[in-house]
């Protein structure tokens, strides 16, 4: 086993060599543009915002995609490799992907942790280990925007006061985005305020917007909810007379489901309340692939599940 682990980074060290090897040169940048490449979704629509007409960026994790669980493929290993910067999240979020990342900074890649900066202080800790669900909190994204910009300030000072205007520009839409929320939030008696979903994602909302929220797996989604938590939760729901509780689009349904069906059984009808953005954005289809588009969505969903007219 011991050695197993060991040899994981040996391998991801292999599977770089080779890629540096048969990556140079660069043949498919825009030329003239930072190229940039991405893990999550929501980092995917923050780079747009900031980075503008200065940058061409692309995601390695689709709608949908659980980051928890998402493992760097060889062809992600390449887009990393060709990109002039990387962004990631950061707080183990892309908790798979830790070794092909810090290969890639140790080898000279130019790398931005979004999360870095957000004063320590800000972040909710659960068993000694930080939440990384930090999108859910306007504030907080703000601050990730800010380092998304002195990064790529950083890597490209001649466009940096393009990268600055763009920032303060999004910063004005995410303080009217925040007054939406709260405004939303404020619909629903406090005695209501409480949302239930399938996996931890929603501490930082809980806290920046007056909810208590309490999930069916814990922070990752790694270790699966055992009965005890489905039983726990379940009699929660019932002994409280939760209306609703809300499914996630980056997980499967069927947790939830069980959930609904074991408040069935403590006597109590609760209804699945609609899908939220957890750890994905929506897709361009939809509408949705912005992270002001998708956020709106959630409030919108919570509301109408929570308020149980
Ligand atoms: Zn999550």
Redesign the pocket.
């Known amino acids: 086993m011991n050695l197993l682990k060991r040899r994981i980074p040996c391998l991801v060290m292999a599977v770089l060599v080779l890629f540096t090897a048969s990556c140079v040169p660069v043949q498919d940048k825009d030329e003239g543009n930072l190229n940039i490449t991405v893990t999550t979704t929501m980092l995917l629509d923050l780079t747009k915002q900031i980075g503008g007409g200065c940058v061409s960026v692309q995601g390695l994790m689709g709608c949908g995609v659980?980051?928890?669980q998402y493992r760097a493929s060889a062809g992600d290993v390449m887009k990393m490799q060709k990109a002039d910067v990387i962004i990631y999240s950061g707080l183990h979020?892309e908790g798979k992907m830790g070794d092909v990342l810090s290969s890639l900074e140790s080898r000279g890649k130019k790398v931005i942790c979004a999360s870095d900066g957000i004063d320590r202080e800000l972040l909710i800790q659960n068993d000694g280990v930080y939440d990384?669900?930090i999108w859910f909190d306007v504030c907080l994204w703000k601050l990730a925007a800010k380092e998304v910009a002195k990064g790529l300030s950083a890597a490209d000072p001649e466009n940096a006061a393009q990268y600055e205007a763009n920032l303060s520009a999004y910063e004005k839409e995410l303080d009217k985005l925040d007054g939406y929320i709260r405004e939303k939030a404020s619909e629903i008696g406090e005695s209501r305020r409480v949302l239930i979903t399938a996996?931890?994602?929603f501490g930082y909302f809980g806290k920046a917007y007056g909810f208590t929220v309490m999930g069916l797996q814990g922070?990752?989604?790694v270790a699966e909810a055992g009965t005890a938590d489905v039983s726990r939760l379940a009699r929660f729901i019932a002994e409280n007379k939760i209306n609703a509780v809300f499914i996630?689009t980056?997980l499967p349904v069927k947790s939830v489901e069980a959930l609904q069906e074991a408040v069935r059984a403590n006597g109590f009808e609760t209804s699945l309340g609609g899908t939220l953005y957890?750890?994905s954005l929506g897709d361009a289809k939809n509408g949705e692939d912005s992270y002001i588009a998708a956020f709106k969505h959630n409030i919108d969903v919570i509301t109408d599940g929570l308020k149980g007219e």
Do not use: N
């Open positions: 659980d980051p928890h979020l990384p669900h996996h931890d994602a922070v990752s989604t996630e980056s957890s750890d």
